[in-house]
């Protein structure tokens, strides 16, 4: 979450406070450069792979610790100074998010973003994510009304959000039927029942 979804009063706060959302990186040696390199170079592809297949889900960042090297940063604390030890895994805690947010599903070939987006569509008629030129959807579930861009483009030639509009396009719920509703599993959050 970034802070386009927090408000000016929630931003000072973060911002008053500074201080304790930030960490201190140390560096301990070759372990760390090693660390830094399988997490970000195109060289070390098929270690990346092994290393996010190795992820534990029920995996928490710790956020009370104030110090972490690099290589806790990537991996899990292994033998670390006291300040360190507690903390470690960030990296892969967002890596995995980003491969759940990146990756369509296999039932659905929807991405959790799109889902939301379908899922509001269906239960409130929500209108998002309408280009119509070729080559910019597979399926055009929801119908664009206005300027979305040109194919030439790719889109960058859009008119601004406030004068363009969207409904649900008719072939939808033939692609996702009304009566397959009751049979999905939908997600909890924050105490509300949302998309599935």
């Not at 997490?39 to 710790?62: H, I, N, Q």
């Not at 947010?101 to 309408?130: E, H, T, W, Y």
Request: proline content about 3%; charged content about 30%; glycine content about 8%.
């Amino acid at each position: 979450m970034g802070l386009g979804t927090s408000d000016t009063r929630e931003a000072k706060e973060y911002f008053a406070a500074l201080d304790s959302h930030r960490k201190q990186f140390v560096w301990e040696g070759d372990e760390d450069g090693q660390a830094i390199e399988m997490a970000f170079s195109k060289k070390r592809v098929e270690d990346r792979k092994k290393w996010l297949s190795g992820f534990v889900p029920g995996t928490y960042l710790d956020q009370s610790v104030d110090t972490i090297s690099y290589s806790d940063f990537v991996h899990k604390a292994r033998g670390r100074s006291t300040a360190c030890r507690s903390g470690g895994q960030e990296l892969i805690l967002f890596s995995r998010a980003d491969l759940e947010r990146s990756i369509p599903c296999l039932v659905d070939g929807l991405k959790p973003g799109q889902r939301k987006i379908m899922f509001c569509a269906f239960k409130r008629n929500l209108k998002k994510d309408i280009k119509d030129f070729v080559g910019s959807n597979n399926i055009n579930l929801l119908f664009p009304s206005g300027q979305f861009g040109t194919r030439l483009q790719g889109g960058k030639d859009a008119a601004s959000a406030r004068y363009v509009y969207t409904r649900l396009a008719p072939l939808a719920r033939h692609v996702f039927n009304a009566a397959d509703d009751k049979l999905l599993d939908y997600l909890t959050e924050e105490g509300q029942s949302i998309e599935p």
